[in-house]
């Protein structure tokens, strides 16, 4: 059974920096794309990051670029996002989620854990 689990969300200022974890387990998680999207309330749930299994090649939406920074640790089963530069804009659930394909469709998806970003 696969599970991706969140953690390090909370309530940060602006400008404030914050590092998600998001560990997997039951996947071979070395052979994963590994990706991190957002959902803020009313609004569709949105791509923020992601990271290649192979050679680790990183992908950021527009509005985080420069500011986030998503890593893994193959080791741990583990990926990060640091975000630093914290916007109000920011406050979402964010989760975890893995692709087998590395084409932007996800396989599995963690619970999410809360980000809000007060001004």
């Known amino acids: 059974q696969v599970q991706l689990v969140e953690s390090g969300g909370g309530l940060v200022q602006a400008g404030g920096s914050l590092r998600l974890s998001c560990v997997a387990s039951?996947?071979?998680?070395?052979?994963?794309?590994m990706g991190w999207f957002r959902q803020a309330p009313g609004k569709e749930r949105e791509f923020v990051a992601a990271i290649r299994w192979n050679v680790g090649t990183t992908f950021y939406a527009g509005s985080v670029k420069g500011r986030f920074t998503i890593s893994r640790d193959n080791a741990q089963n583990t990926i990060y996002l640091q975000m630093n530069t914290l916007k109000p804009e920011d406050t979402a659930v964010y989760y975890c989620a893995a692709s087998k394909t590395g084409t932007g469709n996800y396989d599995y998806w963690g619970q999410g854990t809360q980000v809000t970003v007060s001004s």
């Open positions: 039951g996947l071979t998680f070395s052979r994963y794309t």
